[in-house]
C-alpha cells in the first residue's frame, strides 16, 4: 500500500463522563464503570491503587496501562500474571481497561454486533484519563503495555497520540497490520466473533488510507521519543509451558510484524529495547516478558 494516512478521529470532548458504579475488591482493587460517551454504553476499567493511595492527598500519581489481548478481558491480567505481586510496592496507579473481545483499540467505522459504532480510543486516550485525574489523582506520566491486539493498542496509540505515553511495550502484538495477510487475519478474527469483517477501518482495497493511519509500522516516526519495547518469540514452546499446539502457530504468523517495525525503526533510527526467544502466542510466554520487562516500565514511571 502506497497511500497516504488519513487523518485520525478527534479526541473526545472532556467534562461528560460520570460514574456509574465503583466497587472496592480487597484493600487497593477497584471495578470500576462509567457511562461513555465513546462506546455509546458503560464502560469499565479495574483500577490497582498504591499502597499509600488516598484520594484526598495532593499528591499525583503515575499511570500504568495494562491492556489485554482479543477474546478476552481486563480480568486476564489478574487471572494469568502476579500483577498484584509485582506493585506491590509500585507507586503507580494499575489501570485494566476493558477493549472488547475483538475491539482492536481503534475508533470504528461501523457498528458491532450491540447496533452501536464504538470509538475505543476515545474511551482509553480520552475518558478514561478525565476520570483519573479528576477522581483518582492520576498524574501526567503514563505507561502502556498489553499482549497481543493489545500490544497492538499499545504502539498504536502510542504513535497517534505523541506524548500521551512515555513508554509502551508489545508482548506479541500486531505492528504492521497492512502486512501482506494481515487484513485477513484481523478479518477472520472479526468473523470469529461475529462482528462485520470490515467494520474497524472499511475494506483494505477502497480505504487504503484508514489502514495506513491505523498502523503502527506506517506510523513509525511518530513513535521517535517515546521508550519502546517490543518482543516475539518463534513459536516454540519453553519446557514445561502447558500451551495449545495452535498458540505456536499464531506466533509463528503474528512474530514478522513485529520483526518488521523493528526494521522500520531501525531505518529511522528510533532505539527500542528488543526481547526475542523460544515462545508462543499464549499467557506463559506473556508472563515471562511483563516479568523480563518490568524494570522498563517502572524505569519509565519514574518509581525505579
Same mark, same amino acid.
Given at each position: @500500500?502506497?497511500?497516504?494516512?488519513?487523518?485520525?478521529? !478527534?479526541?473526545?470532548?472532556?467534562?461528560?463522563?460520570?460514574?456509574? =458504579?465503583?466497587?472496592?475488591?480487597?484493600?487497593?482493587?477497584?471495578?470500576?464503570?462509567? =457511562?461513555?460517551?465513546?462506546?455509546?454504553?458503560?464502560? =469499565?476499567?479495574?483500577?490497582?491503587?498504591?499502597?499509600?493511595?488516598?484520594?484526598?492527598?495532593?499528591?499525583?500519581? *503515575?499511570?500504568?496501562?495494562?491492556? &489485554?489481548?482479543?477474546?478476552?478481558? *481486563?480480568?486476564?491480567? @489478574?487471572?494469568?500474571?502476579?500483577?498484584?505481586?509485582?506493585?506491590?510496592?509500585?507507586?503507580?496507579?494499575?489501570?485494566?481497561?476493558?477493549?472488547?473481545?475483538?475491539?482492536?483499540?481503534?475508533? /470504528?467505522?461501523?457498528?458491532?454486533?450491540?447496533?452501536?459504532?464504538?470509538? /475505543?480510543?476515545?474511551? &482509553?486516550?480520552?475518558?478514561?484519563?478525565?476520570?483519573?485525574?479528576?477522581?483518582?489523582?492520576?498524574?501526567?506520566?503514563?505507561?502502556?503495555?498489553?499482549? !497481543?491486539?493489545?500490544?497492538?493498542?499499545?504502539?498504536?496509540?502510542?504513535?497517534?497520540? *505523541?506524548?500521551?505515553?512515555?513508554?509502551?511495550?508489545?508482548?506479541?502484538?500486531?505492528?504492521?497490520?497492512?502486512?501482506?495477510?494481515?487484513?485477513?487475519?484481523?478479518?477472520?478474527?472479526?468473523?470469529?466473533?461475529?462482528e462485520n469483517h470490515h467494520a474497524l477501518w472499511g475494506s483494505p482495497r477502497h480505504n487504503p488510507g484508514r489502514w495506513l493511519a491505523n498502523d503502527p509500522y506506517h506510523l513509525a516516526e511518530r513513535l521517535r521519543g517515546t521508550a519502546l519495547y517490543l518482543s516475539c518469540g518463534d513459536g516454540r514452546p519453553q519446557a514445561g509451558d502447558d500451551v495449545p499446539r495452535a498458540s505456536g502457530l499464531i506466533e509463528r504468523w503474528v512474530a514478522p510484524t513485529t520483526e518488521s517495525i523493528l526494521a522500520r525503526l531501525a531505518a529511522l533510527g528510533i532505539p527500542a529495547t528488543i526481547s526475542?526467544? &523460544?515462545?508462543? &502466542?499464549?499467557?506463559?510466554? /506473556?508472563?515471562?516478558?511483563?516479568?523480563?520487562?518490568?524494570?522498563?516500565?517502572?524505569?519509565?514511571?519514574?518509581?525505579?
Amino acid at each position: @500500500m502506497n497511500h497516504t494516512p488519513q487523518t485520525a478521529s !478527534s479526541p473526545v470532548a472532556r467534562g461528560r463522563v460520570e460514574i456509574i =458504579s465503583e466497587v472496592l475488591h480487597g484493600r487497593r482493587l477497584r471495578e470500576i464503570t462509567i =457511562s461513555s460517551h465513546a462506546l455509546g454504553r458503560p464502560a =469499565s476499567f479495574q483500577l490497582l491503587t498504591p499502597p499509600a493511595f488516598s484520594t484526598t492527598s495532593p499528591r499525583r500519581w *503515575p499511570v500504568l496501562v495494562l491492556l &489485554h489481548g482479543a477474546d478476552d478481558g *481486563p480480568g486476564s491480567w @489478574m487471572r494469568e500474571t502476579a500483577i498484584v505481586q509485582l506493585c506491590e510496592t509500585l507507586e503507580a496507579l494499575v489501570v485494566l481497561p476493558d477493549a472488547g473481545r475483538i475491539g482492536f483499540y481503534t475508533d /470504528w467505522q461501523r457498528p458491532d454486533a450491540s447496533g452501536s459504532i464504538p470509538r /475505543w480510543e476515545g474511551f &482509553h486516550l480520552d475518558e478514561l484519563p478525565e476520570v483519573l485525574e479528576t477522581r483518582y489523582r492520576a498524574g501526567p506520566t503514563r505507561v502502556v503495555a498489553g499482549v !497481543s491486539m493489545g500490544g497492538y493498542g499499545a504502539i498504536v496509540y502510542a504513535a497517534k497520540r *505523541p506524548g500521551t505515553f512515555v513508554a509502551a511495550a508489545s508482548y506479541s502484538g500486531l505492528l504492521h497490520i497492512t502486512r501482506r495477510g494481515m487484513p485477513t487475519f484481523i478479518a477472520t478474527m472479526l468473523l470469529r466473533e461475529h462482528e462485520n469483517h470490515h467494520a474497524l477501518w472499511g475494506s483494505p482495497r477502497h480505504n487504503p488510507g484508514r489502514w495506513l493511519a491505523n498502523d503502527p509500522y506506517h506510523l513509525a516516526e511518530r513513535l521517535r521519543g517515546t521508550a519502546l519495547y517490543l518482543s516475539c518469540g518463534d513459536g516454540r514452546p519453553q519446557a514445561g509451558d502447558d500451551v495449545p499446539r495452535a498458540s505456536g502457530l499464531i506466533e509463528r504468523w503474528v512474530a514478522p510484524t513485529t520483526e518488521s517495525i523493528l526494521a522500520r525503526l531501525a531505518a529511522l533510527g528510533i532505539p527500542a529495547t528488543i526481547s526475542r526467544g &523460544h515462545g508462543t &502466542h499464549e499467557w506463559p510466554t /506473556w508472563r515471562r516478558e511483563l516479568d523480563r520487562s518490568w524494570p522498563f516500565l517502572v524505569t519509565a514511571l519514574g518509581c525505579a
